[in-house]
């Protein structure tokens, strides 16, 4: 008896608490990411993710798209020191430090010891 009021106790928490949490794989990853920066401009997952099922990985192109040419990219992080985006790598894959379901991260850091806040 008492295991069977317990397991029901649980499954009332845990229905009440996702009850409050905003669905879809944004929420899932864990909170607010990058995903979750592009719903607050109205993209939705379509924006990036241009086709159903969406694959894990964005091309790049999609980033432009919307961000501008690469140029234009490092012209706005221009005031950087280090400029991320004007790195000996090139036009260096958006993906490789942003990410939109997790955590980003400094993947020049890898390499340097430089530390910025990778949106």
Same mark, same amino acid.
């Given at each position: 008896?008492?295991?069977?009021?317990?397991?029901?106790?649980?499954?009332?928490?845990?229905?009440?608490?996702?009850?409050?949490?905003?669905? %879809?794989? /944004?929420? $899932?990853?864990? +909170?607010?990411?990058?995903?979750?920066? *592009?719903?607050? !401009?109205?993209?939705?997952?379509?924006?990036?993710?241009?086709?159903?099922?969406?694959?894990?990985?964005?091309?790049?192109?999609?980033?432009?798209?919307?961000?501008?040419?690469? %140029?234009? /990219?490092? $012209?706005?992080? +221009?005031?950087?020191?280090?400029?991320? *985006?004007?790195? !000996?790598?090139?036009?260096?894959?958006?993906?490789?430090?942003?990410?939109?379901?997790?955590?980003?991260?400094?993947?020049?850091?890898?390499?340097?010891?430089?530390?910025?806040?990778?949106?």
């Amino acid at each position: 008896m008492t295991f069977k009021i317990l397991t029901a106790a649980a499954a009332l928490l845990w229905l009440w608490g996702t009850a409050f949490l905003p669905p %879809g794989p /944004v929420w $899932a990853a864990g +909170g607010a990411r990058l995903a979750e920066r *592009h719903k607050g !401009h109205k993209i939705d997952c379509s924006g990036c993710h241009k086709e159903n099922p969406p694959k894990q990985k964005v091309p790049m192109a999609a980033c432009l798209g919307c961000h501008g040419d690469y %140029g234009k /990219v490092a $012209a706005r992080t +221009g005031r950087l020191d280090p400029n991320p *985006h004007d790195s !000996h790598l090139g036009a260096y894959d958006c993906g490789k430090c942003h990410h939109a379901h997790r955590a980003s991260e400094n993947a020049c850091a890898a390499c340097h010891s430089i530390e910025m806040k990778v949106p």
